[in-house]
């Protein structure tokens, strides 16, 4: 069974950090490219990160802030969050896909999704 679960996320003060986890199983880890998502409460889901954890290559949507990395032996993704502020506040969710491609993957080639974990910055 496919599973992403997601974690790490809560409240945070503005300038503060949070790491978020991406743990996977049922599917070959490294064959696919693993991207954040996040979406604000009435706007569009939106990547701000990706990996492909077959080489490490990595795209950000903002550079400086976000860092995405993985640890293959663990199958798991994390996204290192820093300076953050208000209108990162958002639901963080963490998707597979089995594409050739680090950056503007359409969100119907996903091919797995987690639940999420919700990150509020208050000002």
């Known amino acids: 069974e496919v599973q992403l679960a997601e974690s790490g996320g809560g409240l945070v003060q503005a300038g503060g950090s949070l790491r978020l986890s991406c743990a996977t199983t049922?599917?070959?880890?490294?064959?696919?490219?693993i991207c954040w998502l996040q979406q604000a409460p009435g706007k569009e889901r939106e990547a701000v990160a990706c990996?492909?954890?077959?080489?490490?290559s990595t795209w950000l949507r903002d550079q400086g802030r976000f860092t995405i990395t993985s640890d293959n032996a663990k199958n798991t993704a994390y996204l290192q969050m820093k300076g953050l502020k208000p209108e990162d506040s958002a639901l963080y969710s963490c998707a597979a896909a089995h594409v050739d491609a680090i950056d503007h993957i359409p969100p119907d080639d996903f091919d797995y999704w987690g639940q999420g974990t919700v990150v509020t910055v208050s000002s």
């Open positions: 990996i492909v954890p077959w080489g490490g």
């Open positions: 049922g599917f070959t880890f490294v064959d696919y490219t």
